[in-house]
């Protein structure tokens, strides 16, 4: 929904909101925020408010370190899980320079570079998720712990599946914030879930990615448990997901770019590979359990990085599932776009579809398709040496990604 200043004005001080967070992310996506009291909001508005960004992720050093957060009002949302009297709401904000220029390594602003490009190429994208993550046991002291809160299968159902409530109450909090939750349930691994995102213009899908990590842990928080969103948080057992759903349609004419877009996203596939994957952790989950490890495409086949659901008309997609929940979803959504892009502009070809098991295929099937980074310090070299990535990101943030 769309708010203008006036109108969020009027409804912090009609819907008795005490405290206003103004969140925004650090260069690995990790939500932040700062709360300001209803007598600030303007000034918030108007000037921004300061904040040390010397201890931030990839917000640079003591030198230079103030900078300024001003709300976007359009991403106004009330805090459910906090009390009614004495609301708490919360917006996303982008990043500027004491002079008022924009911050750099503002990667909201970067999606929304991203988003501006594709209008002026002539395309409109759709992005969705489906998030993975993990229901821990807290031990005596309120730690997290390792143990899973059930040893439940794929899909299984309550009394196996004893994170229904949970999700549950993620989801109906979602829906209070603005945010449509598609579908939810049991994952594979014991304590696993899975929740998926409805489809939305790229910026609002990352703000909803963001969010729904922040609310899921909050949530699960409250029913004294702990949500993991680490790429492989258990060894034994299948890792975390954020399979990426993009749509793409050209704003005139017929034609259909998804074939020359994906052959676009495949060529930059390795290069992408840091900022879909950012941790050591993540390539320990690629190559198994329906994580890919090969740069190749199929219709619904869930062991290649790319594939195409069995659907029809608005709900047509591509799903890549090479991406992790420690992504940024800013960044990966802005590169995706642009490698899309680039696809588009060259009429690239789409090789032939990988129809076959990749996790039990022979050499012989495997010859000739390139594979995903096979560790962190293999995707920071491919990307520290891609003219797409230096093209698109500022140095200070991929020095951040290479440290």
Not at 122 to 136: P, S, T
Not at 232 to 242: D, I, Q, S, W
Not at 296 to 309: A, C, V
Request: glycine share 8%.
């Amino acid at each position: 929904m769309e708010y203008s200043i006036d109108e969020v004005m009027q409804f912090v001080q009609e819907e008795d909101v005490k405290f206003i967070r103004l969140a925004f992310c650090d260069v690995f996506g990790k939500q932040k925020n700062i709360s300001i009291v209803p007598q600030q909001l303007r000034r918030a508005f108007e000037h921004g408010i300061a904040i040390d960004a010397s201890a931030i992720a990839g917000f640079g050093g003591d030198v230079r370190s103030d900078l300024f957060l001003k709300p976007d009002p359009n991403t106004l949302a009330i805090l459910p899980w906090r009390p009614e009297h004495g609301r708490v709401v919360r917006m996303f904000c982008s990043i500027a320079n004491p002079d008022g220029s924009r911050f750099a390594s503002d990667t909201r602003a970067i999606l929304k570079d991203a988003i501006a490009s594709a209008k002026e190429a002539g395309y409109e994208f759709g992005f969705g998720a489906e998030m993975e993550f993990y229901l821990f046991k807290l031990g005596e002291d309120g730690e997290p712990t390792d143990i899973p809160h059930d040893r439940a299968r794929y899909m299984d159902i309550a009394p196996d599946d004893k994170g229904e409530n949970v999700r549950r109450e993620i989801c109906l909090s979602l829906e209070l914030m603005g945010i449509e939750p598609e579908s939810s349930h049991h994952e594979e691994g014991p304590g696993q879930n899975e929740i998926a995102i409805r489809y939305s213009d790229p910026l609002s899908a990352a703000d909803s990615i963001v969010t729904f990590v922040g609310a899921a842990k909050t949530i699960a928080h409250r029913n004294g448990l702990c949500a993991s969103f680490d790429p492989k948080p258990l060894p034994y057992a299948p890792g975390n997901g954020m399979h990426i759903n993009m749509s793409i349609r050209a704003i005139e004419g017929a034609d259909d770019p998804m074939p020359s877009a994906m052959a676009g996203i495949l060529a930059k596939a390795r290069e992408l590979a840091l900022f879909m994957n950012p941790t050591q952790e993540s390539y320990q989950r690629l190559g198994s359990t329906k994580a890919p490890h090969l740069v190749s495409w199929s219709r619904e086949n869930r062991s290649q990085l790319i594939r195409i659901p069995a659907a029809n008309g608005e709900f047509s997609r591509m799903e890549l599932r090479s991406p992790d929940p420690g992504a940024n979803p800013y960044l990966a959504m802005a590169l995706l776009i642009h490698a899309a892009l680039e696809g588009i502009s060259a009429d690239a070809e789409l090789p032939p579809a990988a129809d076959f098991d990749a996790y039990s295929a022979s050499a012989e099937q495997l010859a000739g398709y390139e594979s995903l980074p096979g560790s962190l310090r293999e995707a920071v070299e491919e990307a520290l040496g891609s003219e797409f990535i230096a093209k698109h990101l500022p140095a200070s943030l991929l020095e951040s990604y290479s440290a």
